[in-house]
C-alpha cells in the first residue's frame, strides 16, 4: 500500500526487499527488486543490492544478465568496473571493457583497459593496440597528459625506450602548454635514466622554452626574458628558430616614446644584427637588420648614436668605406647634437688618413655645439699632433673667445698646457693674466705660481703669491687666502734658499666656534661647528682695539 501511494520513493522499495530477504522469502525478495530496477532503473544502489543477492546465492548466470540489462542503461563509470570485476573470464572482461570505453570515452576508461592488458592479460601488443586507440580516439582536445605519461611508461616496462621518448616528444607538440607541468618532469625524470647528455639538455632547454612563454604571455615586453630566450635557443643552435624569436621579440614596441623605455628595445636590434653577421654569416640580412632598426626608432625625439656606430663599424668590416661615411653623414643629419657620432665619425676619417675630412667634421661639430669644450680640444690636439701650432693656437684663441662655455676651465686648462708645452712662457703669463682678468679664483693663482716655479722663475713665483694674497686680503677671502699661504709654504719648504720662515709668519690661526642653527620657521635646530681663519695683521687690530676700549672705560 506504501508504494502504490509513493512508487518512487527508494526507502520503501529498500526495506522491503530486504525484509523479504531477512524472512528468506527469495521468489519474493527477487520480484521486489525486478520490480524496482524496472520501474526506477537510475538508482544505482537497487542494482547493487539485486546483483549482489544472486551473487550471493550463487546465481551467476542471473547476475550476469541482470548486469547486461543494468549496462544497456549506461550507467556511471563504477557500475561497469563492478560488472568487470565480477566476471572471472578475461574474454568477457575485454568484450565488457570495449563497451565501457563506447559508453564512457574518458581517458580513465582507455587507462583501466590498457592496465587490465597489461597487468591481467599479460598481453603486450595488445595494451598496446589500447593506447594508440586511445590517443586516436580522444584526439588532441581530449587527450591530456595522463595517457601520454601513462603510454610513456608503458613502453619503458616494455623496454621499449625509444618508443617511450618518441611519445614523450609527439605529446610535447600536442598538449597545451599550460597543462604538460608534469609532462616536462616526467620527461626529464626519463632522460636522466635513459638518455644521455644531449637529450637531457634538449629536455631542460624544451621546459624552460614552456616558462618563457608563459611569462610572455602575461607581459610580452617583458624584454629579459625575451633576452633569456633568445640566449637559450641560441645554446641548440637553430639558426631558424633564434630568427624567429627574434622577429617576435622586435615585434613589441615600448609603450611610450620615451628614450628611457627604449633603451632595454634597442638592444634586440643590436643584438640580432651582431647574430646575423657573427653567427649566421648572412651579410645582407644584417644590413636589412640594421636598415629597419634605424626607421623604427623616432628620430625626431631621440635617437641612439651607438646604433648609428655600429652599423658604420659593420660596413667598414664589409670594406665599404663610402656606404659607412653615408651612414654617418646620415646619423649627423638626423641627430645633430650627438657627440659621439662626431667622435666615431672622427676617428674613423682619422685612421684613413684623411685630415681634411676630419678637420670638415670638426668645424660641423663646432658649428653646431660652439659650447662643447670637448670638441675644441679635440680640435686643436688633432692640429698639435699634425704639427700644425698655430692652427692649434687659434683654434684655442677662438674657444676662449665664446660668450659660452660648457665648461671653459677645461679649455683654459689645455690651452696653458700647450703653451707650456711649446715653451712658449710669455705666452703662459699673458694666458694666466687674461684668466685672471676674468676670475680672481685661487686655484688660478695657485696654478699660475706653480707654472713659474716649475719653469725656474722662483721670485717671479713669489711676486705671484704676494700678488695673489693682497688681492685675496682686499676681496676677504679667508679660506681662499689660507690655502694659498699653504700652498706658498710648501712650494718654498722645496726650494734650497726658501723663506719658509717669511711665510709662516703670514699664516692664519685656526679657531673652532660654535653658531646657532635656526629652521625655516626661527625654531632653533642646534649647534654647528665651525672653523674661523684670524691673520696676524688682525691680531694686532684686535689688540689695539682692546687698549682703546679699556682706555676709555678708565
Known amino acids: 500500500r506504501a508504494l502504490d501511494v509513493d512508487h518512487r520513493k527508494v526507502t ?16 519474493h525478495a ?11 532503473p537510475r538508482i544505482d544502489q537497487f542494482w547493487y543490492k539485486y546483483v549482489y543477492m544472486e551473487e550471493m546465492l550463487g546465481n551467476y548466470a542471473g547476475a550476469r544478465q541482470l548486469f547486461e540489462r543494468w549496462m544497456e542503461w549506461e550507467p556511471p563509470e563504477q557500475a561497469w568496473y563492478t560488472y568487470i570485476k565480477f566476471e572471472q573470464e578475461f574474454e568477457r572482461c575485454r568484450d565488457i571493457f570495449q563497451r565501457f570505453v563506447s559508453s564512457h570515452p574518458s581517458q580513465t576508461a582507455w587507462l583501466k583497459w590498457a592496465s587490465f592488458e597489461e597487468k591481467k592479460m599479460k598481453d603486450t601488443d595488445v595494451a598496446r593496440t589500447v593506447y594508440e586507440h586511445a590517443v586516436e580516439y580522444l584526439g588532441e582536445e581530449r587527450c591530456g597528459e595522463e595517457l601520454y605519461i601513462a603510454f610513456a611508461h608503458f613502453e619503458m616496462r616494455a623496454r ?27 620527461l626529464i625524470a626519463f632522460e636522466k635514466q635513459q638518455g644521455d647528455k644531449a637529450e637531457i639538455e634538449d629536455v631542460i632547454s624544451g621546459k624552460r622554452r614552456f616558462q618563457y612563454e608563459e611569462e610572455l604571455k602575461v607581459n610580452p615586453r617583458n624584454y629579459d626574458t625575451w633576452f633569456d630566450y633568445i640566449r637559450l635557443e641560441e645554446a641548440t643552435g637553430n639558426i631558424n628558430a633564434v630568427r624567429e624569436v627574434y622577429e617576435r621579440a622586435i615585434t613589441n614596441l615600448p609603450p611610450v616614446n620615451e628614450k628611457r623605455y627604449w633603451r632595454r628595445y634597442i638592444y634586440l636590434w643590436i643584438n640580432y644584427a651582431i647574430f646575423e653577421e657573427l653567427v649566421a654569416k648572412d651579410i645582407k640580412r644584417c644590413r636589412e637588420v640594421y636598415r629597419v632598426a634605424l626607421k623604427t626608432i623616432p628620430h625626431h625625439l631621440f635617437s641612439f648614436s651607438k646604433l648609428w656606430v655600429m652599423f658604420a663599424h659593420f660596413e667598414i668590416r664589409q670594406e665599404n668605406k663610402k656606404a ?15 657627440d659621439k657620432l662626431y667622435r666615431e665619425y672622427v676617428d674613423l676619417e682619422h685612421r684613413m688618413g684623411k685630415i681634411h675630412r676630419c678637420r670638415k667634421i670638426y668645424t660641423l661639430w663646432l658649428q653646431n655645439q660652439p659650447s662643447y669644450c670637448v670638441a675644441w680640444i679635440r680640435f686643436a690636439k688633432l692640429e698639435q699632433s699634425l704639427g700644425e701650432v698655430e692652427r692649434a693656437r687659434a683654434i684655442y684663441e677662438l674657444a676662449i673667445k665664446q660668450s659660452q662655455l660648457d665648461m671653459p676651465e677645461i679649455v683654459w686648462k689645455a690651452y696653458i698646457d700647450f703653451e707650456i708645452e711649446n ?5 703662459t703669463r699673458q694666458l694666466y693674466r687674461t684668466l685672471l682678468e676674468r676670475t680672481k679664483h685661487v686655484k688660478v693663482w ?9 719653469a725656474g722663475f722662483v721670485n717671479n713665483a713669489r711676486a705671484v703669491f704676494k700678488e695673489a694674497n693682497k688681492i685675496l686680503t682686499e676681496l676677504n677671502a679667508r679660506e681662499e687666502r689660507a690655502m694659498l699661504l699653504e700652498e706658498w709654504r710648501n712650494a718654498e719648504a722645496k726650494l734650497p734658499d726658501g723663506q719658509v720662515a ?22 632653533e635646530a642646534g649647534w654647528e661647528v665651525y672653523h674661523e681663519y684670524v691673520f696676524p695683521e688682525e691680531k694686532t687690530k684686535q689688540a689695539n682695539h682692546r687698549f682703546l676700549e679699556v682706555a676709555k672705560k678708565w
Open 12 to 27: 520503501i522499495w529498500m526495506k522491503y526487499a530486504e525484509m523479504e530477504m531477512k524472512h528468506k522469502n527469495i521468489n
Open 30 to 40: 527477487r520480484n521486489v527488486w525486478d520490480r524496482a530496477v524496472t520501474i526506477l
Open 160 to 186: 621499449e625506450v625509444e618508443r617511450a621518448r618518441s611519445i614523450f616528444k609527439y605529446a610535447l607538440d600536442h598538449v597545451p602548454k599550460h597543462q604538460a607541468t608534469n609532462l616536462y618532469k616526467e
Open 324 to 338: 659607412a661615411r653615408k651612414v654617418l653623414g646620415h646619423a649627423l643629419g638626423v641627430c645633430a647634437r650627438k
Open 423 to 427: 715653451e712658449e712662457y710669455d705666452r
Open 446 to 454: 695657485i696654478s699660475f705660481a706653480q707654472f713659474e716655479m716649475t
Open 502 to 523: 717669511e711665510v709662516t709668519a703670514l699664516m692664519p690661526e685656526r679657531h673652532e666656534k660654535k653658531r646657532q642653527l635656526h629652521n625655516e620657521d626661527g625654531t
